[in-house]
């Protein structure tokens, strides 16, 4: 592009449309052939949300066939954003049939690797095939061949008929060269049921050397398709023994193997002979599928258990089989085992890292077994024992005993539930682990636990503080930022929040997409083709992330809140880029797992739904608000008849509406009231009467707010405080912009005037509410604060300084979460 270009490009970027259409206008008088223009001027009109006339002229332009790249993104971008993928293609495919040339079709390539567009990057890599006939751009037609073949949305023909082209032309460069090569012939074979042949060739290339790993994989899964259980046996030992790769994927294939050849006895003794933990596993799975006796179970279990208890793998590996195979599990005799095994850990007197692995193990174990009438005090008291462990340890490495403290953090929330007093655990909870914290700084789960319920006592600052002191590193950003990003608008609204950690994470993606684009760039130069589909399906899930449409939403609802007009234009483009509606799928790539990586179970489903913020959100969740704040900025009314049927419909299906809170949901039905009024029909006096009652204090106080809650310790620390407050703060004040956007004819001016009267008492109500929950808030806290230092667990062996410090500082923090339910 050229600089003269470079103000109308900087206008459309800050939203300026007008003066980059004024721009605009005058080259195109000056150079009214040249397509660029007119494509950019289809772009401007895409960005001002005339999607339809967008659309008509992009495909006029099509038509056209214009041959330069750039008119060619902004078409194809265009038509791809629209949900016109197929027109979308064409813009390249036409072009290069007409102007064939290695630049246009790079410029494609390059476009669908940007995208993750498997089904452009296999078009666009055969189109380089057929116009330069290189090794390397058969190697990439070949294998992209095979990719959309395997992808979810692939064809009936793409299935059936792509890998067989891939096949026929990644045939014409024998004979191999490398590891990649062969893996690209074996890979096709074994999808499309050719085992044979995949064994043939990979045993001719790696004859006199150890198989490459891919390979290895691919020949063992063949041979076990084709049950040729001597070659089977024969590699598989090779691999285990002469090769000497401990594999337990291996350990399997040459039991099952010697099961079909005679062989059994003698992999018995290999079994027997070794102690390596693969090799100890492997015997579990000898004696329940070849013995299939369960006295050879517990046998087989209590000799990986003897040599592996001292190792915190053994929970996790035990584990696994008691779940998988409960017939052959002997709980009593295995219970029998570990607490002979802990009482002599405890009476040995040698508290050293093993014997806490042991314990650990151990206790992991009873929970598992439901064994649990004793475990609080018990962790209690093995956490104490071994503190001389916690103070020899570098400061960075783990101390098992932690899992002590979390066992028990879960246990108590557990009961809160149980007993209706999770609230007073919750503090409790804090304090404890705020003590372990404190002896044991770096701690993983730890702090993740403590952003947790920090969250459910929205304490937004601690679990902030504890965010940054886990040192989060790239992709952990869009896995583990829910923690603090949780309907955090509608928790704690304030430009701190929104600069150090929204934009943060948003600047993350922004990152890590180019990343990905450019390890797969790399990968295809580089013919580095195994790691490619990996890449690819990493990238996908990057950029159709559920945690990214979220964080965007976030950040568009708090600059709502707290006015910033920079950031709430820069999220809604950025969501319109995305446009969740048109996604074929959102991935949910956040980690609710990690924190529970300590226990019995991977989640304790009554404990993370009782301290979660709200339901668990998801695409439709995504999609609902998107069409929302569609509807709220749209002005032409045909486009937002059409929104609102979208979002009716969506609202009224019940997977959306377990995602949403209580309030959030009534929230909706007020929007859709509002919509039906200003674009649909203003005569509809039901729907008037609707918004005008649910916009009374008393009505918010008895539907919003449940009767009691005021005044309930329970509600007033938790996060729905906030949440209900300032989702009706938010809910005033886009009423308020939808009112000042949209205008009724003259007869309604009335409604109107009742409408923005009823808005603007309710804000001056909400004012004095707010006074209100901010007294209760503060008395709720002191009565908290006496009732944990008074029942807190006498064995937990926590000061009374540690209790009153982390009092003051939730006390701080609940003050800084105060200011956020201002009402302007």
Known sequence: MSDSEQPILQAIENG??????????????????????????NYILFKQGKVKEAVQESLKLKEKTPSDPQTLKLLYEILKSTNHKQDATQVFENAIKKYANHDLIFAWFELALKDFDIRSIQKSSMALQKFSKSRKYTLWAAFTYYLQSVQADATTVEKSLYPKVGLKLVETLKPYQNEQEVYIYVKILYNIGNFEEAVVSIEEFSKGRKFDLELQIILLACLSELENWELLYRYSYQILFEDKLDDFDTWKYLIKASNNIGKSEEVADQLKASTSRNSRLANLIYSKDIMKSKTSFHEALVAYYNEYKYKLCCFNDIN????????????????????????????????????????????????????????????????????????????????AGDEFILMNVEILLENGVSEDKLIENVFKSIVILENSAKHDDHEFRLRLWLMKIYSYINCSSLVNANFDHLDIKMIQNDTLSHHISTRISSLNPNQLMLQQHLISIQKFYLTIEQEVEDMVSNGFEQLVLNKIEGFLEFGTKINNSVAKMLNLIEMLRMSKIIGNNQIIHYSMEALKSQDPLSVPELYDNRDFISEWKYGAQEINELVHNSVSIGPKQSSEYVKSYYLRELILQETHADKSKQLITKLNKLLNDETTQRQLTSTESWSYKIYLSLFKIYIVNPDNDADFNFLIKNLSINNIKNKVFKVGELTDHSFLLSWEVNHKLLTVLELVRNINLFTTMHHLPKQYSPKVAELKKASSSLLEELRDLKREIDENVESALKQIEKSVKESLVDNADISPKVIQNTFAKISTSLQESSLSRRIP
Do not use: C, H, M
């Open 16 to 41: 300026n449309y007008k003066i980059a259409q004024t721009l605009l206008s005058k080259k195109l008088k000056k150079y009214p052939n040249k397509s660029y223009y007119y494509a950019l001027n």
């Open 320 to 399: 696994y089989f008691y779940k998988s195979e409960p017939t052959y599990f002997d709980k009593n005799a295995f219970e029998t085992l570990i607490n002979s095994t802990s009482q002599k850990n405890v009476s040995g007197g040698e508290f050293n890292e093993k014997e806490l692995n042991a314990l650990v193990n151990n206790q992991k174990f009873n929970k598992l077994l439901g064994k649990t009438e004793d475990l609080l005090t018990t962790n209690f008291e093995y956490y104490n024992l071994f503190q001389s462990v916690l103070l020899k340890k570098d400061e960075k490495d783990y101390f």
